[in-house]
């Protein structure tokens, strides 16, 4: 038997510092592990893109990369304008309206965030041309078995829509780390544009893979069609040369946060309250306690910490390469996860779960938003990995008691053991992108 050949399309890829970058190299990489010849078609990095090599592996030695730049017209003009404008803040700060906005402010968010839209829609018609042209002349029909095709990037998908109406794959499975039509940062005309695009594709994929279950919910596609893939881990990741001079000593207790705070959106406020109580209780004292914090908005998180008088605690790492985040996560004690639950988006996981399931970290999860009941309470709990809050729970007050809790005993363990010791039981094995690709065998 011949084995299968893929053709992965996607906007994220090794050796690109992104975390769209982590899911789809570690499927590709198991892929190749388990027989099947892959090809990878990606943008062209430019001189903005941040680097990172420690995606890389052996494995990816197969696999045929080529790399698709935009054209030239889209990368001098709009690209060049728009890595001048977020050298100056996040795309996040420009569309954000703030309550205390007047009137001027609201309207300038308002017109970036159609400018934004207008440019994301710009950025991936040109690449999918771009692709479009380069499988047009290089690839002949039923070359692939499948096309794989991941989002966020509408290019990859439209592109991989014409790979297959070209017939140059036989089926198109189309991969959503996220939905499209998020309601978050956007209003009833950009929703029901998103929601439009999103359901074009699922009309015409073969397959779609979920990374969380309320994204299957959310996205309504057909059950048949549709299938959980969730992120995962891997073992070879442990081998990062740790700095083990750095782990604290056993009087300090330590917590990472790494990633974005979407500008206030995800708030960490109630870490700090339960922080504030312990020591106001001479359970802890401020200098025993260091939360390393890795990315771009540490003024949003310093604001949060200094509601409840504990900014001295915070570390501020600055924006980090997935090795360095590692490392911080490894230094820490604790690792706190952020993510939201509303009505109308639900389901969402962020990526660094998986590295704390990694690495065996107790977790304090953190759910804003309206809806109890989240899928990230459920995966933390799922594992026995720790505890989680969520903003929507109806019992508030035991809840931050449960997290005053576990904090002052991780710290009491940490005196006695100089380690603390992880909870989690086998279900964290569902997690290994190992076992993950073989379920996306099953569906190729």
Same mark, same amino acid.
């Given at each position: ?7 992965? %399309? ?9 975390? =769209? ?51 030239? %017209? ?8 728009? &890595? !001048? ?32 839209? $207008? ?11 771009? %692709? !479009? ?21 509408? =290019? ?57 279950? $309320? ?51 995800? !708030? ?82 962020? =990526? ?46 035991? !809840? ?28 964290? &094995? ?15």
């Amino acid at each position: 038997m011949s084995k299968k050949n893929i053709l992965v %399309v996607t906007t994220c890829f090794s050796p690109e510092n992104a975390v =769209g970058s982590v899911r789809l190299t570690k499927i590709v990489k198991f892929l190749i592990r388990n027989g099947y010849q892959v090809t990878v078609i990606s943008p062209q990095l430019h001189e903005g893109s941040k680097i990172d090599n420690s995606l890389e592996s052996k494995e990816l030695d197969s696999v045929n990369r080529i790399t698709v730049p935009q054209s030239k %017209v889209f990368a001098e003009i709009f690209l060049k304008k728009r &890595n !001048d404008l977020l050298n100056k803040q996040s795309a996040t700060e420009y569309i954000k309206i703030r309550k205390n906005y007047g009137i001027t402010q609201v309207l300038k968010a308002i017109i970036f965030r159609y400018a934004h839209l $207008g440019y994301t829609l710009l950025r991936n018609l040109d690449w999918r041309n771009q %692709v !479009d042209m380069y499988v047009k002349n290089n690839f002949k029909q039923n070359q692939f078995d499948a096309v794989f095709s991941s989002y966020p990037s509408l =290019g990859a998908m439209w592109a991989s829509k014409s790979i297959k109406k070209r017939k140059i794959a036989k089926k198109w499975i189309a991969d959503f780390r996220d939905p499209i039509n998020y309601k978050s940062n956007s209003d009833i005309i950009i929703y029901n544009i998103n929601k439009l695009i999103q359901s074009s594709i699922i009309k015409h994929i073969d397959a779609g893979t979920f990374v969380t279950k $309320g994204m299957i919910t959310k996205i309504s596609a057909p059950e048949s069609i549709s299938f959980y893939l969730p992120n995962g881990i891997d073992d070879d990741d442990l081998n990062y040369k740790i700095d083990i001079s750095k782990i604290s000593d056993s009087n300090t207790l330590n917590f990472s946060y790494v990633g974005s705070l979407y500008g206030g959106e995800r !708030d960490l406020s109630i870490i700090f309250v339960a922080l504030n109580h312990l020591i106001n209780e001479g359970i802890l004292k401020k200098e025993n306690v260091k939360f390393y914090y890795a990315g771009n908005e540490f003024d949003v998180l310093k604001s949060q910490a200094s509601q409840s008088n504990v900014e001295e605690v915070l570390i501020n790492k600055g924006y980090v390469t997935r090795e360095e985040s590692i490392q911080i996560q490894a230094e820490a004690d604790i690792s706190i996860i952020v993510s939201w639950n509303t009505e109308n988006d639900f389901g969402v996981i962020p =990526g660094k779960l998986y590295e704390s399931f990694l690495m065996r970290k107790p977790i304090i999860g953190i759910v804003n938003g309206s809806l109890a009941d989240s899928e990230l309470s459920y995966m933390i709990n799922f594992v026995n990995a720790g505890v989680c809050y969520e903003d929507a729970s109806l019992n508030k007050e035991n !809840d931050l008691k449960k997290i005053v809790n576990f904090i002052q005993n991780k710290y009491l363990e940490k005196q006695e053991y100089k380690a603390i010791k992880h909870t989690y039981d086998s279900n964290v &094995n569902k997690f290994y992108y190992k076992n993950i690709v073989e379920k996306l065998g099953e569906i190729l």
